[in-house]
Structure formats: structure tokens, C-alpha cells
């Protein structure tokens, strides 16, 4: 594995940045849909998965180890400085849980396989890790049988928008040639 290189880094930090801006627009997405009595409806967390993305995204377009954690953690930073953040500190401490569960991930494939089964791994690990992390922090109060739907949308939306969606933008972004010098 070769060692991280300056445009790794700035990738990596532009891809953080990006969706610590895309976070903060998700929040207010979220947030109409739920109702003013502060229950969230389950149907939201099938969108969960936008705030998971750059745990596989990062990762996949420059195949380094950290790069999950490194994304996940810039993008949480970003969003926590962007007005309307009401998770406020919170937001970093779920980056680094999201980016380091799909980085297990990887690790375990010893960052070779980038198939999408590896990636929708990942996303699912990184959305289990927000799940638990929600429930004793958000949803403590909230019935088993909620937590295991929650935790079931949560697993489509990672699969469909991060698994997929990373998979598609990587590809978009090669065919436009930013991403020459970077593993296909």
C-alpha cells in the first residue's frame, strides 16, 4: 500500500468539505420532514444514508486507509460550523464512528476489493454505527421494534445512496478525468 500523497490529502479534504456543505443542506431536508412534535418519522431514514457517504466515497476513489475516518470527520466539521447544525459538538464524534466502521470494513478486505458487496459493507457498517450510536443518544425512549425498522431503513438507504450512490459519483468523476492518477 503506498503512502498518502498531497493530492490524496487535498481529495480527501475536498470530498469532507463538500459534504460537510451537502450536511448541512441534508439537516434542513430532514427537517421538514419531520413533525414539530420531534418524533422522526421512519420513512426519514431512508435518507439517512447522505451523511454517510464520504466514509465510502473518500475511500474509494483514492483506496487509502484512514481516508473513511479523515472524510467522515472533515465533512462532520464543516456541518457543525454551518448554521442550522442542531447537533452541534455531536456531529464529530458520529463522524469518527461512521468513518471508522467502514473503514473495518476495508481494513478487512485489506483495501483491494471495491466491489460494490465491499462498498455496500461498508455502508451498512458505517449506518449501523450511527444506528447505535442515535438510539442511546436520540431514540433512547423509542420501542425496540421502532429501533429495529429505523435500523432496517437505515441499511436501504446506506446500500442505495452511499454503496451505489459513491459508486456512481466515482464514476461520473473518472469519465471527466479528475480523478487521472487515481486507482480505476
Known amino acids: 500500500m503506498q503512502s498518502w500523497r498531497t493530492r490524496d490529502i487535498l481529495v480527501v479534504a475536498v470530498i469532507g468539505v463538500a459534504f460537510g456543505v451537502v ?41 487509502k486507509p ?3 475516518i479523515f472524510a467522515e470527520v472533515v465533512a462532520a466539521a464543516v456541518s457543525m460550523f454551518m448554521p442550522g447544525n442542531v447537533w452541534s459538538v455531536d456531529v464529530l464524534l458520529s463522524g469518527i464512528l461512521q468513518g471508522a466502521a467502514a473503514e473495518v470494513v476495508f481494513l478487512l478486505f485489506r ?14 457498517a458505517s449506518a449501523a454505527a450511527a444506528w447505535l ?4 443518544l436520540y ?14 431503513f437505515m441499511a436501504v ?15 461520473a468523476l473518472r469519465r471527466t478525468g479528475v480523478l487521472q492518477g487515481f486507482p480505476a
Open 23 to 63: 450536511f448541512a443542506a441534508w439537516n434542513v431536508v430532514w427537517n421538514v420532514f419531520a413533525p414539530v412534535s420531534g418524533a422522526t418519522p421512519l420513512p426519514n431514514f431512508l435518507l439517512y444514508g447522505m451523511w454517510l457517504m464520504p466514509a465510502v466515497l473518500a475511500p474509494l476513489i483514492v483506496r
Open 139 to 152: 431514540y433512547a425512549d423509542t420501542s425496540v421494534d421502532v429501533q429495529v425498522f429505523r435500523g432496517l
Open 111 to 124: 483495501y483491494r476489493n471495491w466491489s460494490l458487496p465491499v462498498l455496500s459493507l461498508a455502508a451498512i
Open 66 to 68: 484512514g481516508a473513511a
Open 157 to 171: 438507504s446506506a446500500v442505495l445512496i452511499v454503496a451505489l450512490g459513491s459508486q456512481l459519483l466515482a464514476s
Open 133 to 136: 450510536h442515535d438510539w442511546a
